[in-house]
């Protein structure tokens, strides 16, 4: 009999899963409690995969052999329970999308802040040397969809604590965690324990064959790393000391060491700057090296790799003042690394839907380099406690084109306006992209 499979949301992650199911054979349907975008549905339409918009049916749903849930939908969630009750297995997307890819080999990137970097970084060291590969999960296409449409030999995959927290055999070849800090507490109950279980899980399948790549200089990866039973050959990462094995960095060049191999390049010729960058960088060679990638080829990919869109994106310079774009700063940690690359007076734009975050974090850092903050959300008292005694000037807008002018006004020459807003999006934006973007438009718009 045909297995029945129910694809929970519909964004990206689900309508990958939906056309993988649909090529494996599966009776699929998928199920959306919003509004489904247009070219979704024209997408689902095509493939003739039938869905539901705007609520779950409980008796589509709960006749689910297997169910694909969203990244984006919590565990509380009532329909997500009524699954649990009833004992339907649920797996995450990149657990569905690794049961097809045959040999293929993973390297799968996770970590509160730096996997995107990290993620495109790796893929470019890989394309760079011509390896038959595809950067897939949370940046560009779903791992499902690549898997589906246009299989690859390897598989770059950016993956967050949601994805990992329903997997069942996922299993990366080479794992990469570049740091734990305190994010998303509001899904995991507001235990740090529970997002670390969380990140850690990317090892839990792994074998001594495998690599696991994570950062010594990170506390909470430290303190915690002796608590999981990991198999797999570890590969650390350091600012502090040399290694035997591993990458390292000492008197401004980056050492790598593996196996037989040693490679050593002056942090000047990494394309992108600031410290949090050159611990994206090590990472990053690290699993190039662990996949036997050229050291030539490193250090040609190293000196050619382009920084992302929102992320430390430079705008504009307008009558002096430099406009820089770091929306995809999601978290308060993201900020401290982007505060600390600036040389010049800032004046901060922050703010958005909070997810549990501590300010104190930041107040020695915007102390020492913030002038001004603009606040950019639908609640910003939080942002006014932490901040209103060490900086003078704190206003509050309520769009990306008022955020702008406002900053605008209070930049001198020769100072920074810093989208870097410690929060997520979805008060005022679509997403992290749709804020980064306005923000682009009304920089160019002054």
């Known amino acids: 009999m045909q297995k029945r499979i129910i694809i929970l949301g519909g964004g990206e992650s689900g309508i990958g899963a939906a056309l993988l199911s649909k090529q494996q054979g599966y009776d699929v349907f998928l199920s959306d409690a919003g509004k489904l975008q247009a070219h979704i549905i024209h997408e689902l339409n095509e493939n003739q995969i039938s869905f539901e918009q705007g609520g779950h049916t409980e008796s589509m749903v709960l006749n689910a052999d297997v169910v694909v849930k969203s990244p984006g939908i919590p565990e509380k969630t009532a329909i997500v329970?009524?699954?649990?009750?009833?004992?339907?297995?649920?797996?995450?997307?990149?657990?569905?999308?690794?049961?097809?890819?045959?040999?293929?080999?993973?390297?799968?990137?996770?970590?509160?802040?730096?996997?995107?970097?990290?993620?495109?970084?790796?893929?470019?060291?890989?394309?760079?040397?011509?390896?038959?590969?595809?950067?897939?999960?949370?940046?560009?296409?779903s791992f499902a969809r690549q898997v589906a449409a246009a299989p690859k030999a390897l598989?770059?995959?950016?993956?967050?604590?949601?994805?990992?927290?329903?997997?069942?055999?996922?299993?990366?070849?080479?794992?990469?965690?570049?740091?734990?800090?305190?994010?998303h507490l509001d899904r995991y109950d507001y235990k740090i324990e529970n997002y670390i279980n969380s990140k850690f899980n990317i090892t839990s399948n792994q074998t001594?064959?495998?690599v696991f790549i994570y950062n010594l200089d990170d506390?909470?990866?430290?303190?915690?790393?002796?608590?999981?039973?990991?198999?797999?050959?570890?590969?650390?990462?350091?600012?502090?000391?040399?290694?035997?094995?591993?990458?390292?960095?000492?008197?401004?060049?980056?050492?790598?060491?593996?196996?037989?191999?040693?490679?050593?390049?002056?942090?000047?010729d990494f394309a992108i700057k600031g410290k949090h960058n050159q611990y994206n960088s090590m990472a990053a060679s690290m699993a190039a090296t662990a996949l036997d990638i050229r050291k030539e080829k490193i250090r040609e990919a190293l000196q050619t790799f382009e920084s992302l869109e929102h992320r430390m994106e430079k705008v504009a310079t307008i009558k002096g003042v430099e406009f820089i774009n770091d929306s995809k700063a999601t978290n308060v940690n993201s900020?401290?690394?982007?505060?600390?690359?600036?040389?010049?007076?800032?004046?901060?734009?922050?703010?958005?839907v909070d997810k549990g975050n501590d300010y104190n974090l930041l107040k020695e850092m915007v102390k020492e380099k913030v002038k001004a903050i603009v606040c950019m959300g639908t609640d910003n008292s939080k942002i006014h406690e932490a901040f209103g005694e060490i900086v003078p000037l704190i206003v509050n807008t309520a769009s990306a084109e008022e955020a702008v002018k406002s900053a605008f006004h209070f930049a001198n020459k020769g100072e920074v306006v810093l989208l870097s807003p410690a929060c997520a999006s979805f008060d005022l934006f679509k997403n992290y992209e749709d804020r980064g973007k306005q923000f682009k438009i009304a920089v160019r718009d002054l």
């Not at 293929?104 to 038959?132: E, P, Q, R």
């Not at 598989?155 to 994010?183: C, G, M, R």
């Not at 040389?343 to 703010?351: D, E, N, P």
Request: proline residues 3%; hydrophobic residues 40%; negative net charge.
């Open 81 to 141: 329970q009524q699954l649990r009750m009833q004992q339907i297995p649920i797996i995450s997307e990149i657990e569905f999308a690794y049961q097809y890819i045959g040999d293929s080999k993973v390297v799968a990137i996770t970590g509160s802040n730096g996997k995107t970097t990290t993620t495109a970084l790796t893929y470019h060291i890989c394309k760079h040397a011509n390896l038959d590969c595809a950067m897939v999960g949370n940046i560009g296409y």
């Open 335 to 352: 900020t401290w690394y982007a505060l600390e690359s600036m040389t010049k007076s800032v004046i901060l734009i922050l703010g958005g």
């Open 155 to 183: 598989y770059v995959v950016e993956v967050s604590s949601f994805q990992l927290d329903d997997i069942v055999t996922f299993k990366p070849d080479i794992a990469v965690l570049t740091n734990i800090t305190e994010d």
């Open 208 to 210: 001594h064959a495998d």
């Open 219 to 268: 506390e909470l990866t430290t303190n915690h790393i002796s608590n999981y039973p990991i198999q797999s050959t570890q590969a650390p990462i350091t600012m502090s000391r040399e290694l035997p094995q591993g990458a390292y960095l000492t008197n401004a060049k980056m050492y790598l060491k593996w196996k037989t191999e040693e490679m050593q390049m002056s942090v000047e």
